[in-house]
């Protein structure tokens, strides 16, 4: 059972990445679905969240309008979609899923943010 993190690295100003969470061993379709990011010498901060059937999502509000969360049970994936990119933006970003008693954090993939 795995939940693992990719899509980070190094971004100029106002560009775009796509973070990937990917489940291994287990469904995420019933999980809900949260990314957080740490910054470095900052605490862990939540980002965006999205509910098992898609009809919730969270943002936090320096991250509205720019990042949208998405899912494809499918492939077992979740997407952070980063717009706009600020150098504000540089951390390590991790996903976490929850169902109930289970609950499952990755690895984290480092996104850093300058020119």
């Known amino acids: 059972v795995q939940l693992q993190a990719s899509g980070g690295g190094l971004a100029q100003p106002g560009a775009s990445l796509r973070l990937s969470c990917t489940a291994y061993?287990?469904?995420?379709?019933?999980?809900?679905i949260g990314w957080f990011r740490q910054a470095p010498g900052k605490g862990r901060e939540a980002v965006s969240c999205?509910?098992?059937?898609?009809?919730?999502?969270y943002y936090s509000d320096s991250m509205k309008g720019r990042f949208t969360i998405s899912r494809d049970n499918a492939k077992n994936t979740v997407y952070l979609q980063m717009n706009s990119l600020k150098p504000e933006d540089t951390a390590v970003y991790y996903c976490?899923?929850?169902?109930?008693?289970?609950?499952?954090w990755g690895q984290g993939t480092l996104v850093t943010v300058s020119s």
């Open positions: 999205i509910t098992s059937n898609e009809e919730t999502t």
């Open positions: 061993g287990f469904s995420l379709e019933s999980y809900a």
């Open positions: 976490n899923a929850v169902y109930f008693g289970a609950d499952y």
